[in-house]
């Protein structure tokens, strides 16, 4: 396809027309969530971020983040593999299956969990019983975390696996080698980038997941709240300054994997 270099007035335009766009949704209010941060001197500041409560919301938010990508990866390889590898009555259904929390509302998320786990539920003498507790608590944050995240890395995969083939992997297999040398050896050398650019963007959400995390959590301080709850707490409760605080932590998070995202985008395209 030819591309367009010339200088005329339309390229100006659409340049003009995103670059105002970008800074009114994106940058500005960016900047303004920093500065507000700030506003009241870098000793309030500190003090927000380094209350207990942010202390928890945040150590909060980095363990279900990562319980929810690395459980989501190891899905995420199972079923790209299966979907590019293998044909089977009910493939279509799984690959709608996975693409489920793309269409579906966090906040309805967070109500089927409740519906599964919760009080009515006839599962929940049995789970009472053994201890265990979702609704109002970690697992259910996670349970819910997980869902809305997990088709990030598959649908990165699956991609790259059509366009790789099999041929090679159906080589190494007649030479001998087993399965996991041809995954190590020959399939994730090809994959290697999309799973980190799945895992990066699969993480971001996982951070920022406020919906269903909100239904399932309870709202309990310092105990249930991750970083998106912590600050609407602090929002409604008039505290500006301490929301603000927090949520600039929150927007560095995101800028950090940002950066992160444009190095492997780069490291992809090097490579290929």
């Known amino acids: 396809m030819k591309v367009r270099k010339n200088s005329g007035a339309a390229k100006w335009i659409l340049i003009g027309i995103s670059a105002v766009f970008l800074t009114v949704m994106l940058i500005l209010p960016l900047i303004y969530v920093v500065f507000t941060a700030f506003e009241e001197g870098v000793g309030v500041f500190l ?6 409560y942010a202390r928890k919301a945040v150590g909060l938010t980095l363990e279900v983040t990562v319980i929810a990508v690395f459980i989501n990866t190891v899905f995420g390889i199972f079923a790209s593999f299966c979907l590019t590898r293998f044909e089977f009555r009910g493939k279509k259904v799984l690959s709608a299956m996975i693409d489920l929390p793309f269409t579906v509302s966090p906040i309805i998320a967070g109500l089927i969990y409740v ?12 789970l009472q019983g053994a201890g265990i507790k ?33 041929e090679e992997e159906e080589a190494a297999a007649l030479m001998g080698a087993n399965g996991f040398t041809i995954f190590r050896k020959i399939t994730f050398p090809h994959i290697k980038w999309a799973l980190l650019y799945g895992i990066v963007l699969c993480t971001a959400r996982a951070m920022g997941e406020f919906g269903a995390v909100s239904v399932l959590s309870g709202h309990l301080r310092g105990k249930t709240n991750t970083m998106p709850l912590y600050i609407e707490l602090l929002y409604q409760g008039y505290d500006f300054t301490g929301a603000f605080a927090v949520s600039s932590l929150l927007v560095c998070m995101a800028v950090m994997i940002l950066i992160l995202r444009s190095i492997l985008e780069y490291q992809g395209k090097k490579d290929a």
Not at 47 to 52: G, N, R
Not at 120 to 125: E, G, H, I, K, N
Not at 137 to 166: C, D, K, M
């Open 47 to 52: 003090t927000a971020v380094t209350d207990e």
């Open 115 to 126: 519906l599964t786990f919760g009080r009515q539920s006839a599962l929940y003498p049995y």
């Open 134 to 166: 979702i609704i109002f608590a970690v697992p259910g944050i996670v349970l819910a975390t997980i869902f809305v995240t997990f088709p990030f890395i598959s649908r990165e995969l699956i991609p790259v696996l059509n366009a790789q083939g099999t």
